[in-house]
């Protein structure tokens, strides 16, 4: 079992700053990759951005340039660094983690809103 507690969500004026956190505990080895998703109200759930084995990445065509996903050394945690926030990039940010074996986790979600 894998536990993900985010953090780092809020409100934020419009060409501002945050940085998500998520932070893994429990059986961490088998983790192979990571990603933050974004759900909107009355829209789907979609991919922001993942980093796999540490080094590839992939960013939703909406965010790239603005924000970066990373993550740390213990491979514990995964960082998204979003910058030049727009009033669209308001959402329920949710971090996932998956196993080697394809099993995924969900973080409880962090509010991230806008404004104008």
């Known amino acids: 079992q894998v536990q993900l507690v985010e953090s780092g969500g809020g409100l934020v004026q419009a060409g501002g700053s945050l940085r998500l956190s998520c932070a893994a505990s429990g059986r961490t080895s088998s983790i192979f990759s990571m990603g933050w998703y974004r759900q909107a109200p009355g829209k789907q759930r979609e991919l922001v951005a993942s980093?796999?084995?540490?080094?590839?990445?992939n960013y939703a065509d909406s965010v790239k340039g603005r924000f970066t996903i990373s993550r740390d050394n213990a491979k514990t945690t995964v960082y998204l660094q979003m910058n030049s926030l727009k009033p669209e990039d308001t959402a329920v940010y949710y971090c996932?983690?998956?196993?080697?074996?394809?099993?995924?986790?969900w973080g409880q979600g962090t509010q991230v809103t806008v404004s104008s």
């Open positions: 996932k983690m998956t196993t080697s074996l394809f099993k995924a986790y």
């Open positions: 980093i796999t084995n540490g080094v590839n990445t």
